[in-house]
Structure formats: C-alpha cells, structure tokens
C-alpha cells in the first residue's frame, strides 16, 4: 500500500476527511479544514520562530484576544517589582457556560526569567486551542466543555532582564526586587560584568603554570579539561589556563566578584506548601506570597475552585515532574498516584527525550514549590515540564558527546551560540580570557526547533485537559420493595482520569465535597440516602445529613463510578429530579421515576454540556 492509499484507508476510517477533499489538498495543496494533515489556516498570524521580549509577548497577548473577544479575555493580575504587567488569559466559552462551572486547567511558564521558551510554549498552547476551535473537533469539544487559565509570564521582570541586559544561559532566574545578597547593606551593589561586550555573560579563564584547561588545537575558541599528563622527562604536564569565575569585576571593592547582583531570590519558593524561611532554604523570600508576582498568580488561582489540572513550565532537561519537593511529603501522593503516572506516561510518549520524574528524588528539593502549592495545598494534579533536552539534537535520541556538541555548534547553529575569547585586563587578575557560550547557548532549543517543542507540550496538557473530570450518570436501578416504597440506585461515572476530588484533596478537606441533590415531587418523598459501593452491593452507607442530600467526601473516582442509593416513598412512576454538583467537574442533571427496573428502563440523562447549563 502507498503512503498515500495508506492515508486515505486511514482517514476514511476515522471519518474525517472524504476522498475528493484529500485529493484536492494533495494536488492543489489547497487549505481544507478537515484534512489531517493540513496547517491551519489561522486568523491571527502568531509565529513561533523566534523569542519574544514582554513587551511582544503582552502585545501579541492582547491582539491574539481582540482577534477572538468571543472565547479570550485579557486579565491583569498586577505588576512585578519593576512595574511590568502580570496578566492571564481566560479561555472560555460562555456559551456553554461561565468558566468557574466547567473544570479548568492553569498553565504557566518564566517564573524563572531566563527560562524564556517556557512563555512560548503557554503562549502556543493559547493560539493552537482558540485557531483550531470549530476546525479540530477534539479541540472544539475540549474547548467547549473546559476552561483554561494561562499566564504566559510570572517573572516579567527576570524574563526583560534576559534580553535587555548581560546575562548567561542561567540568569535571570530572579525577579528584579532589589535584594542584599550578601547582607552588606547594599543592594545589588555588584553584578556580572559583561567585559567582551557580547550581551552575554561567559567564564574568565587565566594564564596559569598549573592550568586545569588548555585552547583546543582544533579550535582554539575552545577551552579544554586537562587531565595531568608525564612528560617523557618526567615532568607533569598540564594546562596553562584556570578558570577565574564568573565574568566581571569587583564593583564595590569588597574582594568579592560579583557577589550581589540584580535581585538574588527564587519565586519558585514563595508559595505556601512546606515554605521554609532564607535561612533554611535561600531565596525563599520573607512568607509566602511576599513579592507582587507571586501574590498577583496566588490571589488568581485561589478564585478558580474549578482548576483541576495545572503546568507550570520551565527549562531544562526534558523532565514531567511531579511533587513532592521533599521526602517528608511523599505521602500527600501516595493516594493519587496512579492519576499522576499515568498522565505523566502519556506525556513521556508524546514528548521524546522527556522523562517522568519526582522533584525531590530525581532533581533536587524543593520547599514552597509553585506546583506543590496546586498539588498538596489544593488538590489540583500538577506538573513541572522542564523544556528542552539536547537528547533532540542527535538522530538516536541519545546525549551527543561533546564532540557531537561541537559539530552541531559548528554546522547546525553556525557559531550563533558563542563569542570568540577575547583577551581583556581585567583590574585583579591582569589577562584573562573572556568569551565562549553565550546566553543563547543551552537550556532552548534554537529557533527553528521552537515550534516543534511548544506544539508537543501543548497536545501533552491538551491531554491532560482532556482527562479531567468528565462526569454523566448512568442508568438506574429501582426496585419496588412493597406498595409506594422503592430502592433507587443511580450510578454516577467519572469517565476521566482525574476524579472529581483528589485524594489529596478529600483527605486535607480542601475545597467543597460534590453533593447529589434529590428533589421529589409534590407527594413523594425521600425517607434515606447515602451510597454504595457497587450496583448490587446490598451494603450501604447512609448519609447523616437529610435524605435529600448526599455528600460525596471523596467525589467520583478516576475512570469509575459511585453509586447513591436512596429509599422513596410516593406513587409508582413519580419522578425525582437528580443534580450532581462539583467544584472541579460540570455539573450532571438527570432524574428517575419509581418503576421498577428489573425490565432496565434507562432514565433520562441530561448533562450541563447541554444547552441550557444547570444553574447552581
Ligand atoms: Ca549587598
Ligand atoms: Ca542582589
Ligand atoms: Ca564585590
Ligand atoms: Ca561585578
Ligand atoms: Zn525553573
């Protein structure tokens, strides 16, 4: 079979794509929605080649929602330190209802500001969901059912540092709140300090008799590790270049180099879930919430009790991270795990080179984590994707060695990556060499591969999205157990891997438990209620609240079903209304009459996916 017989077998299959129309966009290339492997043909031009400043990304925010007002609205959540807007994006239909009803997923990325493809990739996911709504069906279905928070940039400040100022592959991480690193009473009294003048800062290397490096003889831009080699007379041999830190000067003449630089903290340890102060872990800043930004992101989620899924996104390495930032909390997991490896799985196929990892036992710990505040104080299931793997430069997948590394700078980035050395007189050390890996030089993909990045980690929280909650009712069962008295068991099913409530969450009573209301008619009423654990279980556990109400503590389990079982007093064929209502799920509306199902007369099953959404 042809490629091409393959992909009509294919689409026809799956009912997508009718022949002449595949015909059409392979002859002609000709746009046709419905065609899987088309582009689409967007409104808003957004191109992901390239690497926005905030002033662009706010720019290209704002039009992107004037350009689709019926499904985005632009919020500000509050300044940074340095002024620059914090803002999210609302990604709802209220045509099928306000946001707060449908369960919702956060995203977020830069809180750390030189991790900067993170903003891409949100901004990405942002554009790909409202230009593919009503052409992609699973995206409009997605779309339609669910709500999507997103803040394209928590540190705007350390993300405009990047590209304003001198900076390495790993500052600026911080936001720009001045800070005195080194407790002198000054604040950022002594940065880096960029000698060669290339925006970027690299290492100093020294002249030295006892050298750990010598220049490459293949490329003398190079520095290379010198292991100490005999000479045939007997003597040691080694380099004659040491490394001299970190480029720059010691501004304040205090005999440190570049001790206190701009800011010097870690928002990524400001939140309220094991938050521990500077002394314990640095950074961590003076309580929870205490700089703008993490305060504006804090107040915004804490109005969203519908967010069950969130990301946060940062670079580097090719990780699905999940909590906990510590050993001690492993427990606040254990219930919910199943959930969060199996979305992480998922992700760990759709995102080649990436691994699913634990923060505390494969990277290193964390306390007062972002995503162990949604996780452990919330209840949301949550992942950190760390972007960007070099494993996606070598065909195989492997680590390139360091020579592949040199060939893929040399012949691929055509040396865009680095500054020859250049010799500087430098006021402590005399001659150093300066140069080398500039900011551009790890941690992102170059430009040309961001789209590719941005595009799998959007389907991979698309998916995740996908999997919350999904709630409906199944039929019935109703038993007749003498004259006007009837057993009803009515199943509510989570088709979705994440349930209604976390374990997490039920077990720290965070957030509302989801509750079944019955309402009889005049002349019927309801005398018990509680649950079961199965359909014909004849065990059950009654609520003590009023029979009317059931309370579901622990909400709908991952891909399965709790069953209420109430008893009813009222003429054969009354019918009760039954609404399911939750925090983090569309509510479900449906009823039952008192007829004895032995026969299986499915009830009627109305979701509030439908037009008119159930009011609560
Ligand atoms: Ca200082
Ligand atoms: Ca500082
Ligand atoms: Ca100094
Ligand atoms: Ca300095
Ligand atoms: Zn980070």
């Not at 492993?330 to 959930?339: C, I, L, P, Q, S």
């Not at 079903?561 to 009354?574: I, K, L, N, Q, T």
Request: proline residues 7%; glycine residues 8%; charged residues 25%.
């Amino acid at each position: 079979m042809s490629l091409f017989q393959r992909a009509i077998s294919q689409l026809a299959r799956q009912g997508r794509c009718a022949l002449p129309a595949l015909v059409a966009c392979v002859v002609a290339a000709a746009p046709s929605a419905t065609c899987a492997q088309d582009r689409t043909e967007a409104t808003s031009l957004l191109r992901f080649d390239h690497y926005r400043d905030v002033a662009e990304l706010v720019a290209e925010s704002k039009a992107l929602t004037a350009a689709h007002p019926a499904l985005l609205t632009y919020v500000d959540l509050g300044k940074s330190s340095g002024e620059l807007p914090v803002f999210a994006l609302i990604l709802n239909n209220p045509k099928t209802g306000v946001d707060t009803d449908k369960p919702a997923m956060y995203i977020d990325g830069s809180i750390h500001g030189n991790e900067i493809q993170a903003s891409e990739t949100v901004l990405y996911t942002v554009w790909y969901l409202v230009e593919n709504y009503g052409k992609i069906p699973a995206i409009t279905e997605l779309v339609d059912r669910t709500a999507f928070y997103f803040v394209p940039c928590v540190n705007p400040d350390g993300r405009q540092n990047w590209f304003d100022r001198q900076n390495s592959p790993h500052s600026s991480r911080t936001g720009m709140k001045p800070t005195d690193d080194d407790r002198d009473g000054a604040l950022d009294e002594d940065g880096p300090d960029d000698l060669d003048g290339d925006g970027s800062i690299g290492m100093m290397r020294r002249p030295d008799p006892n050298g750990t490096h010598r220049r490459s003889e293949l490329d003398p831009n190079v520095m290379e590790a010198v292991s100490p080699e005999p000479r045939a007379d007997g003597t040691i041999r080694r380099g004659d270049w040491s490394m001299a830190g970190m480029e720059g000067i010691d501004n304040d003449g205090d005999g440190e180099v570049n001790e206190d630089g701009p800011g010097g903290y870690d928002m990524n340890r400001n939140f309220p879930a094991d938050w521990q102060p500077d002394h314990v872990q640095g950074g961590a800043g003076d309580w929870p919430f205490s700089y703008p930004e993490t305060e504006a992101v804090g107040r915004f989620i804490l109005t969203k009790p519908n967010i069950a899924a969130g990301q946060a996104y940062h670079n580097t390495g090719g990780m699905i991270l999940r909590g906990p930032g510590a050993p001690n909390r492993e427990g606040a997991y254990a219930a919910d795990r199943a959930v969060y490896d199996a979305i992480a799985n998922a992700g760990a196929e759709m995102l080649p080179g990436y691994r699913s990892l634990v923060i505390h036992s494969d990277l290193y710990p964390v306390r007062g984590g972002f995503v162990n505040w949604l996780s452990e104080s919330l209840g949301i299931v949550s992942f950190t994707n760390e972007l960007w793997t070099e494993k996606r430069i070598s065909q195989n997948g492997g680590s390139p060695d360091r020579e592949a590394m040199e060939r893929w700078r040399e012949r691929l980035l055509f040396d865009q990556t680095r500054t020859p050395f250049t010799e500087v007189d430098h006021p402590t050390h005399g001659k150093v060499l300066v140069g080398g890996s500039n900011k551009w030089s790890s941690r992102i993909p170059p430009s040309w591969m961001l789209e590719e990045e941005c595009h799998r980690n959007a389907a991979f929280t698309i998916f995740h999205a996908q999997e919350m909650p999904r709630v409906s009712l199944g039929s019935p069962r109703v038993r007749k157990l003498q004259d006007g008295l009837y057993e009803v068991t009515i199943e509510l099913k989570n088709d979705a891997l994440i349930p209604t409530r976390t374990a997490r969450a039920a077990s720290t009573k965070s957030g509302l438990p989801d509750v079944v209301t019955l309402r009889a008619p005049e002349g019927t009423r309801i005398l018990a209620s509680g649950t079961a654990a199965r359909r014909f279980d004849r065990e059950f556990t009654p609520d003590e609240e009023t029979p009317s109400i059931v309370r579901l503590e622990s909400g709908i389990p991952s891909r399965g079903s709790v069953f209420v079982r109430f008893f009813a007093e009222g003429p054969e064929g009354a019918e009760i209304a039954i609404d399911f209502a939750a925090e983090k799920a569309q509510d479900a509306r449906g009823s039952v009459k008192l007829t004895p199902t032995e026969a299986s007369t499915p009830a009627t099953n109305t979701t509030a996916t439908s037009a008119e959404p159930a009011k609560r």
